[in-house]
């Protein structure tokens, strides 16, 4: 699954030139995304704030849409015909479970730390949800999903309104070239969003054998 991302880049301005953002659309550094929050995100429309938390009626509402079954269940079929969308970031988070119980937060991103975009699918409500698929071999020890990251090549193509939803499914596989960095706990708090998040992981307590 994906419950968190970041949006941590120092140059705002090449991230608008990337993806054509206009100053309608607010952008500041993110550091710990929560669901419930306004997304940057572009349609093939152009670029919009969407609210996390895809909005299936007036009362409920999920955050991520699995990429094995975005064709079968009916509330997908939809956005994957109109709603496609990129939702952009430059990381996102998943905790494993220690030996003693505790989880440990990692920060995933790409091994070269460029901005990129998961794969969305918006509602007619102004909301959205992050698709997720299988993790690769390398991630799947922290977790066995991942969200959808596309290369620059599949954002165009995810944006394309004439590529048909089984086409645009082909494209949400699991992206291998990823950094990962095991983190504080900072980000365990939803409401905070400050640079802490990403402060790397203290060591573990030296063991007596």
């Known amino acids: 699954m ?31 995304v929560a669901p419930g929050d306004e997304v940057v995100a572009v349609a093939p429309t152009g670029p919009t704030l969407l609210r996390w938390g895809f909005l299936r009626d007036n009362a409920y509402s999920t955050i991520n849409a699995r990429a094995e079954s975005v064709l079968e269940r009916p509330s ?37 730390h460029a ?13 959205c949800a992050i698709v997720t698929t299988e993790a690769t071999p390398g991630l799947a020890g922290i977790h066995p999903r991942m969200p959808a990251m596309l290369d620059q090549d599949a954002e165009e193509a995810w944006l394309e309104p004439r590529l048909t939803p089984e086409q645009a499914r ?32 203290p060591p573990p307590p030296p063991t007596l054998f």
């Open 2 to 32: 994906c419950g968190r991302y970041t949006l941590t880049t120092g140059d705002l301005d090449s991230m608008r030139l990337r993806f054509g953002l206009d100053e309608r659309v607010e952008l500041r550094r993110r550091f710990n």
């Open 76 to 112: 997908w079929r939809g956005a994957m015909k109109d709603g496609r969308c990129l939702i952009l970031a430059d990381g996102f988070y998943e905790w494993c479970t220690r030996p003693d119980g505790s989880k440990q937060p990692h920060w995933i991103t790409r091994a070269d």
């Open 115 to 127: 901005p990129f975009a998961f794969a969305g699918l918006a509602s007619s409500w102004g909301t």
């Open 170 to 201: 082909d494209l949400l596989a699991p992206f291998a070239d990823v950094a990962v960095l095991a983190v504080g706990t900072a980000v365990n708090d939803a409401r905070y969003d400050g640079p802490e998040c990403l402060e790397p992981a």
